[in-house]
Every structure is written in C-alpha cells, then in structure tokens.
C-alpha cells in the first residue's frame, strides 16, 4: 500500500520564478492538504483540497495556488518566488467519510529560492 | 484562535531515561490531537492520536492522554532509545480540517 508521495524531492529556483509541486495521495485517500514547514518551525497550513475545490485556506497570499485532480493526486503552485518561500513544502492526505481526520504526510520537496 | 504550545527545546537525555514533552493547547470546540515525529531529512510521522477528553494514545512506547481540564497532551515515554532522536510536533486538528503544529522539540538521546 503506497504511502503519500511527492515529486520533485529537490527544487533549485531563482526569485521571480514559478515552480509547480506533486503530490500522490495514500491509496483510497480522496483529501488532500498543503503545508510550509521553514527552517526550525512546525508546518504551516497552505490549503486544502477536496472534490477537486480549494476546501480551506490559510494565510498564505494569491501567490500560492493549487489544484486537485479527478484522481485525488494534486499540485501546488508558486508564483513569482521570493525568497522567503525556501522551505520544506509537504503534502498529506486522508479520507474525508466517517468523519476521519487522521493526515497522512508524504517526505516533502525541499524548495530553495535563490 | 486555535493555537498550539510545546516547550522548547533541545533536549538532551540519557539512554533508557524518561521522557516527558509538554504540549499545551488553545482551542474552540473538540479537537483531535495528535503527536507526530520527524526524522533528520524526512517529512512527518503520525506517533499517535486521540480525539477526545480522556482518551490516551499509545504506540512504540509512546503515550499521551488528551486533557480537557488542563488543555494539555503531553508526550511520556519511559525509556527512550538513541533511535527516538527527532524532532516531535504536537497538533490539533478539527474534523477534516487543517492541522495546527507546535514549534516542535527536538530530542537528543546519548548513548
């Protein structure tokens, strides 16, 4: 049973750049969620992904965007970087019926923006 | 606004010696709570869970007891091992919704 997964594992950008982020949900997961980890902090909430619609939001700018595909699977968008998005980026899934809210993370994409 | 408080760390213990990790939390409603450890260069593990007052989670010698009246989730283990070296995130969460985190504690054990 394949865990959550996550593409690229490494990400090298300039400021002023853009970079799209991938992630796999758990196998029979249908939610997906966003998260900023910086140097030394806990993650921070991006968004959250459900039925292919942003579901919540946290106090991220228009900058970061996403999207959820008919699979479950999901990208994060960043436009325009600034260096202050150098960070770990991680996704977690978990299933939205019965109330389980159990997230699942997958290892992550290291972003540094040069 | 729901929020999460864990203490600060390093800390620094002995092999075998007893581990206890304060989390504090503020919160509206009945949260879910939830510990997670993350390993040098790894995303997040979930260590173990509990969704209501009372409820103690428990796994690989891990164990904490949602506290309504004291808002607290502490993290105890008796014995830690060198392989228990990582950085450990208490959370909250409401149904389906996002994760709150701590600032994490970073633990150390020695040989």
């Known amino acids: 049973d394949a865990g959550v997964t996550q593409s690229p594992t490494h990400l090298i950008k300039t400021r002023g750049q853009q970079v799209t982020l991938r992630c796999s949900p758990k196998?029979?997961?249908?939610?997906v969620s966003w998260y900023q980890q910086a140097l030394g902090q806990g993650p921070q909430f991006i968004f959250q992904?459900?039925?292919?619609?942003?579901?919540q939001r946290g106090n991220f700018p228009d900058r970061f965007s996403g999207h959820q595909f008919p699979n479950y699977s999901s990208e994060l968008n960043v436009n325009a970087l600034l260096l202050g998005d150098s960070a770990l980026y991680l996704c977690a899934s978990s299933l939205d019926a019965g109330g389980e809210d159990t997230q699942y993370f997958g290892p992550g994409t290291r972003l540094t923006v040069l | 606004g729901n929020s999460v408080t864990q203490m600060e760390g390093p800390v620094t213990l002995s092999e075998e010696a007893f581990l206890t990790i304060n989390c504090t939390y503020t919160a509206t409603g009945y949260p879910s709570l939830f510990w997670y450890v993350q390993y040098p260069g790894e995303g997040l593990q979930l260590l173990l869970k509990a969704t209501k007052a009372d409820d103690k989670g428990s796994n690989k010698g891990f164990e904490a007891t949602y506290r309504k009246e004291t808002t607290s989730f502490h993290l105890e283990k008796g014995s830690v091992q060198v392989s228990d070296s990582a950085v450990y995130f208490c959370?909250?969460?409401?149904?389906?919704?996002?994760?709150?985190f701590g600032q994490g504690t970073e633990l150390s054990v020695k040989p």
């Open positions: 992904y459900y039925e292919e619609e942003e579901r």
């Open positions: 196998s029979g997961h249908d939610t």
């Open positions: 959370a909250l969460g409401n149904q389906g919704g996002k994760l709150i």
